[in-house]
Nanobody, 124 residues
């Protein structure tokens, strides 16, 4: 069992930056692939970024490529999402997710554990 807790969300102006963190419980964090997803009211939860268990492979949605960076620190059981050049359309609740299989995936159904989410609001 893995429990996930996101932090770092907030209100920022367009063009600004935020760094989200997701702290995980459990001794096997380093074996899990991790992902970030986001959701706005009335829409499906969408993929943002993912990272393999070792950190050696990362994947991004086209909408955030070049602006967001996913990373992880297995010693701290934490995954990060650095978000730069934020746009109003990035406004959403951001969720982190853990996948028992160590390979990263962009598919929501591939993830086994989810956090409660953190709100990110980008003003224009």
């Amino acid at each position: 069992q893995v429990q996930l807790g996101e932090s770092g969300g907030g209100l920022v102006q367009a063009g600004g930056s935020l760094r989200l963190s997701c702290a995980a419980s459990g001794r096997t964090f380093s074996m899990y692939a991790m992902g970030w997803f986001r959701q706005t009211p009335g829409k499906e939860r969408e993929f943002v970024a993912a990272i393999s268990w070792s950190g050696g492979n990362t994947y991004y949605a086209n909408s955030v490529k070049g602006r967001f960076t996913i990373s992880r620190d297995n010693a701290k059981n934490t995954v990060y999402l650095q978000m730069n050049s934020l746009k109003p359309e990035d406004t959403a609740v951001y969720y982190c997710a853990a996948r028992r299989a160590g390979y990263a995936s962009s598919e929501r159904a591939d993830y086994d554990y989810w956090g409660q989410g953190t709100q990110v609001t980008v003003s224009s």
